[in-house]
């Protein structure tokens, strides 16, 4: 029997930024996603193809520091890896937009209370 999953990416979004409730997590994530899209601006710009895989270690780099020391959960990524490339590019959206500032209030939630919430 396989265990419920969240069914959209609206309904995995809220749970999404609950594991980024720390705001130095947050700010990791925001640096690594920077870095990622000037990375792959540069290297479509120069045609240096080579450099596209560095985005990887940009991005999940700080993101994985953010979680396993600063957080101290388990990346989402793992269990959704789309909707949570997703959710970076919106969290760091918001955050570029003034939407989403470190001192904005997440409140916790484990996946279990995602799906419970989906469910009513």
Known sequence: MSRPRLASFGAFY????????VPACR?????????VVANLGYALATQTWL????????????AWVGHFIVEKNRP?????????????FKMWGSMLTGKLWSGVPVAPMTEEQAIAATAR
């Open 27 to 35: 700010w990791l994530h925001f640096g690594g996603t920077s870095a």
């Open 51 to 62: 450099l596209i895989p560095l985005s990887l270690v940009l991005g999940y780099g700080p």
């Open 14 to 21: 809220p749970f999404y930024l609950s594991q980024h409730a």
């Open 76 to 88: 989402a990524t793992f269990t959704y890896p789309l909707w949570s490339l997703m959710g970076d």
